[in-house]
């Protein structure tokens, strides 16, 4: 017989509703009145909750499709802070004080540190643009000179404007059509069919682990490129995933058209330079690692007791004629088509552009022989002690104090997402969207819908400083243990399932373009 529990599992699934749903307490502050409100936890990953993935990537391909071919400028006009905007800014200005109070006296700051960067994520979620403090300016500006071997690109002048041009047809027809591009790292030795290499003993591991950790500065450099050499603000909507070789590519969608040969030569002259200190020599090996000193704050050499070059000398140390530690550029292979707005190659690129956004990078693609598992195997081990970062634990095994070094670093045991095995080496976000592509946030693409529906529903809009909102924690007395949850979860989405559908029916054949027939709606 089924497990009662497991089919309530499987008819949230059914019914779109979040499986680990999130008790809010809420109170309206003008009649006392207490309610519980069960809202979905947002995951993005399939694995964690697939309902909440497979809305949050309709939510995606919403975006991707408002930007792509938009034929005005969008309107980026903010709308003035609300409350709950207001007080996360209040909240994060206080912890800030008391952060740089506590750095003041010589306190721990962890803490502290942690809490503000958890309130500039709900900081994000909430719809504001931007962090509430600039990131710091680098200490030094290290030389950009050009390789030799690049070739120069002509710039023009960067124009704000962010759509494509148009086109007329001999029949009067105007059309603007956009691009869908997509980018490929270089070839580290032959592959199969399954990805595995031919030789894996030649195979460049280091290379292949090195470009994907600096897959996402490659591709800022790219866009910035192609913008000065096209002379106006190109927006794009782009996605990262990993080949069946485990290296990272990426689907682009660009709004306005490119070339092949512009883009042969724009990609031809795009490369990022790391400047960080020399890895090729392993100083320290795992069984004679450099040992802490706590009362200078200092990693010290295990036999002579020597202190460790720190990140800042070790960066000072470079020379002009010392060479980067990595150069990473996109191979030369790439694919690039128009598309036109509406078409059902649109539909089939977004399709492309969202396909993974619910998987783990290495989930994308299963390992099924020895032969796939072995390759990913000798990657980890490749990701395994190259520098993530300037604060990653390998900097030791080189001989260099890490920047912000702390008590209990080891080299090979960075908590780096980077080293992650699920990340294949790239800890960047999976979706990479500019600023201008439709003008909203993904808060605000979420507002349309719930807008849509509200409005489809005949329900009229709350107001938002009318309620107080808690978190519902396991000791109160109001808790719902999780299968409670879920059962008032799964009523609620089919209550408002046959609301929708029946509003449906009333207003006869409505478009609603970007909501499914299944009602995923909210
Ligand atoms: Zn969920
Ligand atoms: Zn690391």
Known sequence: MPLARS?????AAEHGACLRPVQLRRTDVHTGQVEQVLVPCGHTLASVCAPCAERAKA????QCREGWHLDREPVIDPDDPDDWQRWLVEKRAETQADRDGAGDQGEDCAELDALNG???EEITRAGLRGNVLPARPARRHRSTRRRQDAPDLPR???TARTVGKTYTAPDGTTFRPSMFVTLTCPGYGRVGSDGTPAEPDSYDYGRAARDALHFAALFDRFIQNLRRFLGYDLQYFAAVEPQRRLAPHIHIAIRGTVSRAELRQVLAATYHQVWWPDTSVVHYRDDELPVWHEASGNYLDPATGEVLS?????LDAIGVDDEPQHVARFGERFDAQGVLAGSRDANRCIGYLTKYLTKHVADCHQADTDEQRG????LAAALRYEPCSPTCANWLRYGIQPRNARAGLRPGWCKGKAHRRECLGYAGRRVLVSRKWSGKTLADHRGDRRAWLMDTLGIPATDPARYRWELVSPGDLDHMPPAQR??????DRIRWQEALAEARRRAGPIASP?????GRAA
């Not at 089919?7 to 008819?11: D, F, I, N, P, S």
């Not at 720190?310 to 070790?314: L, S």
């Open 59 to 62: 939510l995606r391909a919403a």
């Open 7 to 11: 089919v309530v599992r499987q008819l």
């Open 118 to 120: 958890e309130l500039d």
């Open 310 to 314: 720190t990140w800042d000398d070790a």
């Open 375 to 378: 390759h990913a195997d000798r």
């Open 514 to 518: 970007h909501l499914s027939a299944t």
């Open 486 to 491: 879920m059962l008032h979860v799964v009523a």
């Open 156 to 158: 023009r002048k960067v």
